[in-house]
């Protein structure tokens, strides 16, 4: 038996919600192959360092390459588009013919499915997130023949949206918790004040950053007394634009003004690990977003909730915004600093008992590692699928 974990993204926020199943696979005395496959270097490095030692006795890993020609079309358009994503597949087919089992975090994989006729691959989705976004929920889920989900909110809108047959899911938790480093706050900001994490989504149609974001910067190069951490979703930053296919739209992230580099209230990340492993939504005291998924990774540890509705959107009864329930919702960076003000108050008396409500039906957690839990099912599956491998062997003789 050949499990695969692929990770094919540009940057590396995915290879926590499944390579940590991979290792508890390994760890828990799985008898098949386990292979972890990526299709870049940083993708390959971090591997490397979460794996460990594992990483070439228990975990194979295979560096996935792209022809000279598909390079040649990847740097072409990838200032748009990810093409590389895209391209790997068609060059790697005789690798995934060679799985019982891929595990993936992203759905771009179905192409193997729909495009490269690969239907006996048994394909498992780990999802990236727990976020209310309706993308995450869309028809594509279902193409997976199991899904593995955190919590009882997934699976009730992955049955009722998108399609998915309650026996194909999964509730495990969420093993990106297992590698929460406990670090405190980034040695960037200073102690002695307030912290917000400004985390805008890339989204065009649903961001904060593109109409409000330099506004937001501007009210804390203001106020001295609060810090700031500026760690948008990593992918804002990644490309000269940014794209998008839930709903048709294209824009420019800009660049940051040097201005906000001279004081020391304001950190800003675009990208590092630290954006990637929970080590700033542990260590502020206010979250203020928008549409990522990671406000739910915030409510880990309940605290002070602010969302800017810079699109005038009517979000009240609708599921794609229901993590804006934790906090007060804001329409202008005009309207902040109050924000910012009565936040720690109205937190305690009103949001405090939302945001556990909230998080207990986006997680279920009973005290198991999460990726134990994952890599259990995924044992199990496996045995599944050996057993029925065995009965058609017995059938056709």
Known sequence: MRIGFLFN??????VAHSLPIAVALVEGG????????????RLA??????????????????PLAMSPRAKRLSRLLGQFVPAGKLLVYRDNL?????????????????LLKTRYGLSD?????????AGDRAIGFDKASAGFDHVLCSGRKIRQRLISDAGVAPASISIVGYPKFDMVRQSGRSHHIARDRPVTLYNPHLSPHLSSWYRHGRDVLDVFRRHEDQALIFAPHVMLFERPFVFTIDKLTIDRAGTIDNRYLHGDNIHIDLGSRASTDMSYTMAADIYLGDASSQVYEFLLKPRPCIFLNSHGLDWQGNPNF?????????SDPAQLGAAL???PALHEEQYRVVQERMFAESFDLDGRPSSERAAAVLAALADGRRGSAGSRVVAAA
Request: charged fraction near 20%; charge should be negative.
């Open 341 to 343: 003000s009565r936040a």
């Open 9 to 14: 993204h540009d940057q590396i926020h995915q």
């Open 94 to 110: 005789d690798f995934f013919r060679s799985l019982d089992m891929l595990v993936v975090a992203e759905k771009t994989s179905l």
């Open 121 to 129: 691959l048994f394909m498992v989705h780990t999802r990236h997130g």
């Open 30 to 41: 799985f008898q098949g192959e386990v292979i972890v496959a990526t299709t870049n270097d």
């Open 45 to 62: 490095n971090e591997v490397r360092r979460v794996a460990g030692t594992l990483i070439g006795s228990g975990i194979q890993h295979l």
């Open 322 to 330: 229901a993590h804006w329930q934790a906090g007060e919702v804001i």
